[in-house]
């Protein structure tokens, strides 16, 4: 049975089964879920096996939530042999189509990442069959559809193919950050994933450039302070806690010892927010929409945290509210959201407005 095979953070099954099966069903494509706890890979079998490619067009990924990367299946589980698994894998491929690239995966478990050695060895000679076959394309292309292999373990794998203008550019839609020994704090990995994921590259110096202006709401110890400051911005850490004086002694932090609720700036020339408090996710979203719609910044970055049950819905709900205070005031905005990998209980959210500020 074809399926569209989702990956999320273990744990998570659940809401990204939701969310898939309910996007798949504003597209009229209809299946049924399977998922096991704390594995990480959500199974949306298709009812028609021809639907797969078409939803994975009709559905921009970065619109998904909890899907870090996703694939049309093209196999059911294969069992290999112990030996010849190359050739196992490039018959059961054929010569029939043609791909720019080869993703080795595992699940995001224990068992998991026991297997990544096994992947990257295994990796160097089905990569040169499959070219001598000529079912990859040439180096750099990235303009095809994307070959990936899951293992389950070293003998089983499933086939599939994500399409290339609409897949993760990384291997299980997770990238590799290294934690810098400077940062006050580990949450630091979260704004720069964000950064990474959201804001294309291409833009990164008109819009992620030194000299701007950004205010932390709740930012002691300083952990997204740090990624701001690292990017040569002027920073007012707003929080009643204290900030790491390796950030102080920079001379780009001003610490503004304020409920995040309450500050204002004082002047309208901040370009970013962001904001990573332990709040009620409800008041969280209301406060960015309100910074944006005031012109207090040009873009925001910040996350919701999760309740034990019912966390799809949450966000779902949360982002209703900031797109209903945009319509309000007839504002074109861009907002995007998403479970990113250095996630654990929340989810990231970005928005910015893409038409004049309203009269308030």
């Known amino acids: ?57 009709r559905i921009p990924l970065k619109r998904l939530i909890f899907a870090r990367q996703w694939f049309v299946s093209l ?52 990569r040169q069959a499959l070219r001598k076959n000529k079912v990859l394309t040439e180096k750099n292309d990235k303009s095809g559809a994307v070959l990936h292999a899951l293992f389950f373990s070293g003998s089983e794998v499933m086939l599939g193919f994500s399409l290339g203008h609409n897949t993760s550019p990384h291997v299980m839609g997770i990238p590799r950050l290294k934690f810098p ?6 949450s630091t990995l979260k704004l720069d994933e964000a950064f990474l994921h959201f804001i294309p590259k291409s833009e990164w110096e008109t819009r992620l450039t030194s000299g701007m202006n950004a205010v932390d709401l709740g930012a002691a110890p300083g952990g997204w302070t740090y990624q701001l400051v690292r990017r040569g911005m002027m920073v007012t850490a707003v929080d009643n806690g204290p900030m790491a004086e390796s950030l102080m002694e920079t001379g780009q932090v001003k610490h503004k010892m304020f409920d995040g609720f309450k500050y204002v700036p004082q002047k309208q020339n901040v370009y970013w927010l962001v904001c990573d408090m332990i709040e009620k996710p409800q008041r969280v979203a209301k406060l960015m ?72």
């Open 1 to 57: 049975m074809t399926s569209i095979v989702l990956y999320c953070r273990p744990g998570f099954e659940k809401e990204c089964g939701a969310e898939i099966q309910e996007k798949a069903a504003w597209n009229e494509v209809y299946g049924y879920l399977q998922l096991t706890k704390k594995q990480g890979i959500v199974f949306f079998h298709l009812n028609n096996p021809e639907e797969g490619e078409k939803l994975m067009e």
């Open 75 to 126: 196999t059911e589980r294969i069992a290999l042999p112990e030996y010849n698994r190359v050739e196992a894998i490039c018959e059961q491929l054929g010569t029939e189509w043609q791909y720019a690239d080869l993703r080795m995966e595992t699940p995001d478990t224990n068992d998991g990442k026991a297997l990544s050695k096994f992947c990257r060895k295994l990796a160097v000679p089905l």
């Open 181 to 186: 020994n400077q940062a006050p704090s580990r």
């Open 289 to 360: 929409a309100n910074w944006l719609l005031h012109g207090y910044c040009k873009e925001a970055m910040f996350n919701l945290k999760l309740p034990m049950k019912g966390r799809y819905q949450q966000v779902v709900d949360d982002l209703q509210t900031m797109k209903d205070m945009f319509s309000e005031h007839q504002v074109k905005y861009e907002l995007y959201a998403k479970h990113l990998y250095y996630d654990r209980e929340e989810v990231t959210v970005h928005a910015r407005l893409l038409s004049p500020l309203p009269q308030l």
